[in-house]
Nanobody, 120 residues
C-alpha cells in the first residue's frame, strides 16, 4: 500500500558530501514523523535524524552539526544532507515514515535501504 524509495547513496571520500532522498508513494492521506536510520555491519540499527510534519527535528549526537534532515510535505519526500562524512558513517541508510492512508489505516513504513560508504 505504501512504498518508501530511497536514493542518493554511494561511495565518497572522508570529508565528502552526499544527499539522500526518500519518496513515499501510495494512497497517502498524511505523513506524521519521517526519519532516517542506519545500520552498519555487525551493529544494531540506530536513529540518525527525525523530522515532524511541522518541521521539528532531532539528531543523533554523532551527526549533529554535519547532517541536516528536511522534508517536502507536498511531495511526500524526506531528505538527508550529509556533510563532513566520516568512515564511521558507513552503513545502510533507511528512511521511515508514520503514514495515514485515505482508508484511515495508519502504519510505520520503511524503505529498502541505500548504501553509504565513506573511504578513509
Amino acid at each position: 500500500q505504501v512504498q518508501l524509495v530511497e536514493s542518493g547513496g554511494g561511495l565518497v571520500q572522508d570529508g565528502g558530501t552526499l544527499r539522500l532522498s526518500c519518496a513515499a508513494r501510495g494512497r497517502i492521506f498524511s505523513i506524521n514523523t519521517m526519519g532516517w536510520n542506519r545500520q552498519a555491519p555487525g551493529k544494531q540499527r540506530e536513529l540518525v535524524a527525525v523530522i515532524t510534519s511541522g518541521g521539528s527535528t532531532n539528531y543523533a549526537d554523532s551527526v549533529k552539526g554535519r547532517f541536516t534532515i528536511s522534508r517536502d510535505n507536498a511531495k511526500n519526500m524526506v531528505y538527508l544532507q550529509m556533510n563532513s562524512l566520516k568512515p564511521e558513517d558507513t552503513a545502510v541508510y533507511y528512511c521511515n515514515a508514520g503514514v495515514r492512508l485515505y482508508s484511515g489505516e495508519t502504519g510505520d513504513y520503511w524503505g529498502q535501504g541505500t548504501q553509504v560508504t565513506v573511504s578513509s
